[in-house]
């Protein structure tokens, strides 16, 4: 029993006025998931898969405006590190301006002229004319020089600005997105623990579950046939016993028929339930082939890998998929991430093996 749990009905026991309040909060949850589900015909898990893609879909924009967040932040800091350097260059060439300018406005406007008149022959006087021309060339350039830093500083200046207010108008969507996403996620628990603590609402659940498993049974039976000389080197039937764990986590719920202590209702179930961590990588077990990556009613994101000898293994309810339907995959090639798509019961990795179509315990083919 989780200790917040615990430690809620130790609250309401000694507290009357905190069962209300447990009581309350169960009644809220249960007549928000009646609303969401709306008529009584309306299917749980298509109510749950709705509620899953605008929470992801809400957590795509979220990202979204997240990075366009710190493309602008960046954009920014660029724009301000353009503005400082033109600054910087700016009071340089100033610098370096600033006491011929002051010489030539002591020499006055005759200055020049004057400075030409005293030279003392003809090849003076060519050499002071081309060593004033060189002067006067390099402070054009300087000028020039100071003008385009004068110019970038002002454009920087604009971007920057822009840049700002665009951070500005960001930060403000993010915090809407991100409303939305906690919205979208409170929606989805609210579902998820009305299926938990409502009879009625967790038997519907079941029965359509049992379903969605008969019509992946369906599915696993149209799947393309082996590939010719795809057969394992020594048959994937000589692995059994040998086979590593597809992530890393106890197993939860085993094989077989499994009884609901809280409403003693009775499911059977065609694979493993492993308690992992949500993002753990989810590996192939052997070599294979990837004949499905996608979405599936019930299993949330669904990655099934043929091994040969009418041998699959399936993996289900993954936070992403990072395979694609075709491709051969190696032992331990990761094939996507830990997940509760389309779960009833938060992350976990729910893991099937599966012989000419038919699901067997999985246990005694892995190793110890």
Do not use: C
Not at 90 to 113: D, I, T, Y
Not at 167 to 182: C, K, M, N, S, Y
Not at 242 to 259: C, D, H, Q, S
Not at 300 to 312: F, M, P
């Amino acid at each position: 029993m989780p200790a917040a749990l615990a430690l809620a009905l130790a609250l309401a026991a000694a507290d009357p006025r905190a069962q209300l309040s447990a009581l309350e909060a169960r009644r809220r949850a249960e007549e928000t998931a009646a609303r969401l589900l709306a008529q009584q015909e309306r299917s749980v898990l298509d109510t749950l898969g709705e509620a899953e893609t605008a929470l992801t879909t809400a957590r795509a924009e979220l990202r979204r405006v997240e990075a366009e967040r710190a493309e602008a932040s960046a954009g920014l800091a660029h724009a301000r590190e353009v503005e400082a350097g033109a600054r910087a260059r700016l009071r340089a060439r100033l610098a370096e301006l600033r006491p011929r300018l002051a010489a030539r406005a002591r020499m006055g406007p005759a200055g020049e002229l004057r400075l030409l008149l005293a030279s003392a022959s003809l090849a003076d006087l060519v050499k002071r004319s081309y060593l004033m021309d060189r002067i006067l060339s390099r402070d054009a350039g300087l000028l020039a020089d100071a003008q385009a830093a004068a110019r970038e500083g002002e454009a920087a200046r604009a971007e920057r600005a822009r840049e700002a207010a665009r951070l500005d108008a960001l930060a403000g969507e993010a915090v809407e997105r991100r409303t939305q996403a906690e919205a979208r996620r409170e929606e989805r628990e609210t579902l998820l623990t009305a299926l938990r603590s409502a009879r009625g609402f967790h038997e519907r659940a079941a029965r359509e579950a049992a379903t969605q498993a008969r019509r992946l049974a369906d599915f696993v039976a149209t799947l393309p046939p082996p590939r010719v000389g795809s057969a394992l080197p020594g048959g994937f039937a000589a692995r059994r016993g040998r086979l590593p764990a597809p992530t890393v986590g106890a197993i939860a719920v085993g094989f077989g028929r499994i009884v609901n202590p809280k409403f003693n209702t009775v499911t059977v179930q065609n694979g493993l339930d492993i308690a992992a961590r949500a993002g753990a990588p989810v590996r192939s077990v052997a070599p294979g082939r990837v004949v499905h990556a996608g979405w599936f009613k019930g299993y949330g994101n669904l990655v099934i890998v043929e091994h040969g000898e009418g041998y699959h293994t399936l993996f289900a309810h993954l936070g992403a998929m990072q395979t694609a339907m075709g491709e051969v995959v190696d032992a331990g090639a990761v094939l996507g991430t830990v997940g509760d798509s389309g779960s009833l019961k938060g992350p976990y990795l729910y893991f099937e093996l599966r012989e000419r179509g038919r699901p067997v315990d999985p246990r005694p083919w892995l190793a110890p």
